[in-house]
C-alpha cells in the first residue's frame, strides 16, 4: 500500500544531489521508517520549523543495496529510466523517485499507469531524452589549431552523461570537448575514450584554451554553412513560432547559423 | 579552397534542391565499425529548423542543375532561364564532411539535372557515394536520388553506397504526368522501383543468413508526389501511395505542396497548394501505414477529397456514428486507434492501466489523450458524451475550437 507522506514523523531529507545520494536516502527512509516531506539538495532551501531536517551523507554501499533490489523488482531499462529522470536535478523529481521506490519496494503497482508518480515521471524522463536529442542535434564544433574540436552549450538538464555514448559513436577519430557552460564541466573525447573534465576558470570554460585559435579553413565552413541555411529557407512560408518550437531559442547562441554575421 | 565560387555554387545549387521534401535521414543503421567518421541513426537527427519551420537533417544538393529535360513543375528545367552551376564530385565529398564534422548534418541528399544523358549523371552521382564511404570512411547518412532512365548496373551500384534511394514520381497520375513532363512516364519510375525492391528483399533475406551480405539501401527507398501542381484528386495521390507501399514495399511517400516557382503556361496560374492540405495526406498516410485504415475508410470516388477543416481521423468518426462510443475499459486496440485524439502511445496507456483497475476520464487526460476531441467518442463503464449520435452538431464543436474561444473573448471583451 502507498504509505501516507504526512504526520509528524515525516521529515525533510537533505542530500549532495547525486544518484547514488538519492539511494541513500531511500534506504535511509526505510532504515529509520520515517516518510518524506521533502527531498532537497540544499539545507537552506528548507523554511519549515516544526518538522526535522536529516541530512543524509550519501553511503555506496547502501546506494549499492538499494540499486541491486530496485533492479531485480524493476529492471535494467526501468533504472536507466529512473536515472535519466534524475538528471533533471529538480526537487520535485527527486520527491517522485523517492515515491517511486516506496511504491516499488512496499510491492505497489509500479506499472499502473492511471498512478500519478507512474505518469509523473513517465513526463520527467521524456522532458530529460527530449533534452539530450536536443543536445545531440544542436551542439557545433569548431575546428582548432591544436587539432581539438570544440564546443559549447548551455543544456536545461544535466544531459552530458546521456548524450556522451552517441558523440563518442559519432565521431571516433576526432579530439573533442563539449563543454556544458551552466554546470561548469565537460566531456572530453580521445581514442574512444569519453573522460569528464571540470573547468578552472570560474564556471565558464574557456573554449579553445588561452593561445589557440580556430582553424584556417573554419570560418570558410561556417560562412558557408550559413548560405546554405539560407539557401533552403521558403521565406513566403515563414512560420517564427514553429521553428521556435522545434529549436527553444535559449539554444540559438550557440549555434553558428542562428548567430547574426558572416 | 575558393570560398567565393562554392558559396555562389552552393547557394544556387541548395535553392534548386528545397523543393525536394524527401530531407529524413531517418530508418537507416549504419554502425561506425571501420573506425572512420560517422553511423546512421535509426532516428534521424534534425540538426537546425529553417525559419518557416522545416527540419535540416541533410545536406540536400544538386549536383548540377543543368538538364536536357523540360519538365513544367521544376525550376531547373531546360526551357526556363535560371543561373546554372555544377559541383566537382571533389567539393561535394568535401562539403559533406566538413559539414559532417561539425556536427551540422547527418549526411548528405544528393540529387541532379540530366547534364548530359541519365547514365553519366548517375554514375556522377554514384561516384560521390564511392569516394565518402571508401576514401573517406564515411559512415553517415547517404541519400542518391536516382535518375529516371538509369541503367540497372549504376542503380545497383548506388544502392551498395546508399542508405536510401529515390524515384520521384512527382505527379499523381500517369496522363498528367505526361502532360506536364514529355519526356516522363510513371512505368520508368515504376520500373527502377521494381527492381530496388527485388534487391533489397533478396539482400535482407541473405543478410539473415550470411552475416557479411552487402548492405544494401538499408533505409530502403521513398518518393515524392507534388500536389495541387494537376488536378489529381486526393484519392488518386492516396491510392497511389497506398499502392507503393504494399507492392514496391517503399518506406516513405512526401507529398510537397506545389509552389508556384514555375512560370510554365502547362502549369494552373493558382497560387500556391494550402500547407494544411499537405498535413491532412501526411495524417492520412500515416492512418495507412499505422493505424490500420484503408484508402476506403478515408476517401471515395464520390468524396474524392480530404476534408481541409478536420483531421481525417476525426472525419472519419463522423461519417460512422454506428461505431461509437467506444468503452475505454473494454475497447480492443484496434478500436480505441480510431477514436480521436487517442494515439498509439495512450492505446499502450490504457491497456496497461485496465490491468490494474477501472479508467477514467481524468486518468486519460494525465496519459497525453486529447480529450478536446476524444471525449465525445469515447465511453467509460457505460457513460457516454450526449452527442456521440449527432455527427451535424459535434462537426461544428470540433472545428477550430480556437477561432470558438476567440469569439467567446469577444464576447465577453
Ligand atoms: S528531369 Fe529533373 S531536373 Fe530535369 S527538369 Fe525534370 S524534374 Fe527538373
Not at chain 1, 512560420?239 to 549555434?255: A, D, F, I
Not at chain 2, 541533410?58 to 538538364?67: G, V
Not at chain 2, 488518386?236 to 503556361?265: C, E, F, K, M, N
Not at chain 2, 478500436?335 to 481524468?362: D, N, T, Y
Amino acid at each position: 500500500m502507498r504509505p501516507t507522506w504526512l504526520g509528524m514523523n515525516a521529515r525533510h531529507y537533505v542530500y549532495d544531489g547525486s544518484w547514488p545520494g538519492l539511494l541513500t536516502v531511500v534506504f535511509t527512509l526505510f532504515n529509520e521508517k520515517r516518510p518524506a516531506l521533502s527531498v532537497v539538495r540544499d539545507r537552506l532551501l528548507v523554511t519549515d520549523l516544526f518538522h526535522d531536517i536529516r541530512e543524509v551523507v550519501t553511503d555506496e554501499a547502501s546506494a549499492t543495496r538499494v540499486q541491486g533490489s530496485a533492479r531485480s523488482l524493476l529492471g535494467a531499462r526501468r533504472m536507466r529510466d529512473l536515472w535519466t529522470c534524475h538528471l533533471a536535478e529538480r526537487a520535485d523529481v527527486d520527491r517522485l523517485l523517492v515515491e517511486f521506490l516506496t511504491i516499488a519496494f512496499t510491492g505497489g503497482g509500479v506499472n499502473d499507469t492511471r498512478d500519478v508518480t507512474v505518469l509523473g515521471l513517465r513526463q520527467w524522463r521524456k522532458h530529460v531524452s527530449h533534452e539530450k536529442h536536443q543536445m545531440e542535434a544542436f551542439v557545433r564544433f569548431q575546428e582548432n589549431t591544436d587539432g581539438v574540436w570544440t564546443s559549447t552549450i548551455a543544456p536545461a538538464y544535466d544531459v552530458l552523461p546521456l548524450i556522451a555514448t552517441h558523440f563518442r559513436k559519432r565521431y571516433p577519430d576526432m579530439e573533442w570537448v563539449i563543454a556544458d557552460k551552466l554546470r561548469g564541466y565537460g566531456l572530453y573525447h580521445r581514442n574512444g575514450q569519453v573522460l569528464p573534465v571540470r573547468f578552472v576558470h570560474e564556471k565558464e570554460p574557456l573554449l579553445p584554451a588561452p593561445h589557440i585559435e580556430a582553424a584556417k579553413n573554419e570560418s570558410a565552413y561556417v560562412a558557408l554553412w550559413k548560405t546554405y541555411f539560407r539557401s533552403v529557407d521558403i521565406p513566403e512560408r515563414r512560420n517564427l513560432k514553429l521553428q521556435m518550437q522545434h529549436m527553444p531559442k535559449r539554444h540559438w547562441k550557440h549555434m553558428v547559423e542562428m548567430v547574426a554575421g558572416g | 579552397m575558393n570560398e567565393a565560387r562554392l558559396t555562389e555554387k552552393l547557394s544556387v545549387l541548395a535553392d534548386a534542391a528545397k523543393y525536394d521534401v524527401s530531407c529524413a535521414s531517418s530508418g537507416s543503421s549504419r554502425s561506425n565499425h571501420n573506425g572512420g567518421l560517422g553511423n546512421a541513426s535509426k532516428m534521424g537527427i534534425c540538426h537546425s529548423y529553417t525559419s518557416d519551420g522545416r527540419c535540416v537533417s541533410l545536406l540536400k544538393i544538386l549536383l548540377t542543375n543543368h538538364c536536357i529535360f523540360d519538365c513544367a513543375y521544376c525550376v531547373s528545367r531546360r526551357s526556363n532561364d535560371v543561373r546554372r552551376a555544377a559541383f566537382t564530385v571533389q567539393e561535394v565529398v568535401d562539403l559533406t564532411m566538413n559539414f559532417y564534422r561539425r556536427n551540422y548534418i547527418e549526411g548528405l541528399f544528393l540529387s541532379s539535372g540530366i547534364f548530359k544523358d541519365a547514365d553519366t549523371t548517375m554514375e556522377r552521382l554514384v561516384r560521390v557515394a564511392k569516394e565518402l564511404r571508401t576514401v573517406h570512411k564515411f559512415n553517415g547518412y547517404i541519400h542518391l536520388k536516382t535518375i529516371p532512365g538509369a541503367s540497372e548496373a549504376l542503380i545497383h551500384e548506388a544502392g551498395l553506397w546508399a542508405d536510401r534511394l529515390s524515384i520521384n514520381i512527382e505527379i499523381p497520375s500517369d496522363a498528367e504526368l505526361q502532360r506536364v513532363a514529355p519526356e516522363k512516364t510513371h512505368e520508368q519510375a515504376i520500373k527502377p522501383m521494381r527492381y530496388l525492391h527485388k534487391t533489397i528483399v533478396g539482400l535482407k533475406e541473405e543478410r539473415a543468413v550470411v552475416k557479411r551480405a552487402p548492405l544494401f539501401a538499408p533505409a530502403g527507398q521513398s518518393t515524392q508526389l507534388i500536389v495541387g501542381a494537376t488536378p489529381d484528386s486526393d484519392h488518386t495521390i492516396l491510392g497511389l501511395a497506398h499502392g507503393l507501399y504494399q507492392q514496391q514495399g517503399l518506406r516513405r511517400v512526401y507529398y510537397s505542396g506545389y509552389v508556384p516557382i514555375s512560370t510554365d503556361v502547362r502549369m494552373p496560374a493558382t497560387g500556391s497548394t494550402p500547407m494544411v492540405r499537405e498535413n491532412r495526406l501526411y495524417q492520412s498516410d500515416w492512418l495507412l501505414r499505422f493505424y490500420g485504415f484503408s484508402v476506403e475508410d478515408l476517401l471515395t470516388p464520390e468524396q474524392p477529397d480530404l476534408d481541409l477543416d478536420l483531421d481525417p481521423k476525426t472525419a472519419y468518426a463522423l461519417r460512422h456514428p454506428e461505431l461509437y462510443p467506444v468503452e475505454v475499459n473494454e475497447a480492443p486496440p484496434e478500436m480505441l486507434l480510431r477514436v480521436p485524439g487517442i494515439g498509439q502511445k495512450s492505446v499502450r496507456l490504457i491497456l496497461q492501466a485496465r490491468r490494474h483497475g477501472r479508467v477514467r476520464m481524468e486518468h486519460l487526460q494525465r496519459m497525453g489523450v486529447v480529450l478536446k476531441r476524444a471525449r465525445y467518442f469515447l465511453s467509460f463503464s457505460g457513460t457516454a458524451h450526449a452527442l456521440v449520435h449527432r455527427p451535424d452538431r459535434l462537426r461544428p464543436q470540433l472545428i477550430a475550437p480556437l477561432r470558438q474561444k476567440a469569439a467567446q473573448l469577444d464576447l465577453f471583451a
